[in-house]
């Protein structure tokens, strides 16, 4: 269930926070590159060999707003990071084939972030670099390292109990942050067709009412499943056929119409990156946010895995 979980947010993170299909072509540019004594390596596609840690700084030019202060940036190396090795398991090489999400290249950063491509990149660099070789634990176990951009008020409790330290913490400041809230409207028809993509095996009658649509809810108020009479969705499913960028939603008649209201951006699972951001601007560091977010856990050194 735990790696059903994991699989699913990671899935879902990709299509929402990562709007490019990225491969790195070559981290040798005239930017700094890092080549730190590494254990560990990544093989790319072109079947060069890079050490984990200089491909960490592509990943998180992947995750993250690099314009976030630096205590964010660091708690995401190590999610990162932490992610990265649970990819790995038990050895020191693994082929970027084998992973969910690939490095962003300089080329693309720069397409990005354009004229603050080096002050961004400097900044990721020396996320990785002041965090070398940390990854988050729980004992002594890799922590699922999930993350989202915005919380819907209160991060999510992991219901399975694989993962116990997701516990759901208040967000106070992310109802606050610009695009909290996403508003999006369908005619009945087409909320209807939106969601008869998805399956052909799952094919509802149009038009359909917010009020036949069943939502089961989770403690927290994210959706778990949608279900009209006896077809039913996933949440996942749900939000990337409508297009809305949040687990939490919530559907009204308006009109002849259906709105979708959402909260947040993501699945609501582990570290806020907006809610992080506010805590580091506070004087707040990485270990801190990461113990705040992820109950019980610890920041260790992994070099000797």
């Not at 008649?253 to 907006?274: F, L, N, P």
Request: charge should be negative; include cysteine.
């Amino acid at each position: 269930m735990k790696g059903k979980i994991v699989t699913l947010v990671l899935l879902f993170l990709a299509s929402l926070l990562f709007p490019y299909t990225m491969t790195i072509l070559c981290f040798d540019t005239g930017l700094m590159s890092y080549q730190p004594e590494d254990l560990y390596s990544v093989v790319l596609e072109n079947e060069k060999t890079v050490s984990a840690e200089q491909y960490l700084v592509g990943i998180l030019a992947q995750e993250i707003d690099p314009s976030m202060e630096q205590e964010t940036l660091k708690a995401q190396a190590i999610l990162a990071r932490t992610w990265l090795y649970r990819a790995m398991g038990t050895k020191t090489s693994v082929s970027e084939s084998e992973l969910a999400i690939h490095a962003m290249t300089l080329s693309q950063m720069k397409s990005v972030w354009g004229e603050d491509e080096y002050l961004y990149y400097e900044k990721l660099y020396a996320a990785v670099v002041e965090t070398a070789g940390k990854c988050l634990y729980y004992g002594n176990e890799l922590a699922a390292p999930l993350f989202h951009k915005i919380s819907a008020g209160m991060t999510r409790y992991d219901q399975t109990g694989d993962c116990p330290y997701l516990v759901g913490v208040d967000c106070v400041y992310d109802a606050e942050s610009p695009g909290y809230q996403t508003v999006k409207q369908f005619t009945k028809e087409e909320f209807a067709g939106k969601l008869n993509q998805i399956d052909k095996a799952r094919q509802l009658s149009a038009p359909v009412n917010a009020a036949d649509v069943t939502l089961t809810l989770d403690a927290q108020g994210y959706v778990m499943n949608l279900q009209v009479s006896e077809i039913s969705f996933s949440a996942e499913e749900a939000a990337l056929a409508l297009g809305i960028p949040s687990l939490w939603f919530r559907l009204e008649d308006y009109a002849d119409t259906i709105r979708v209201i959402a909260k947040g951006i993501g699945h609501g699972y582990g570290m806020s990156q907006y809610g992080a951001d506010r805590y580091a601007g506070e004087g707040r560091d990485y270990k801190w946010i990461l113990q705040h977010y992820f109950q019980g856990c610890e920041v260790k050194d992994s070099s000797g895995r």
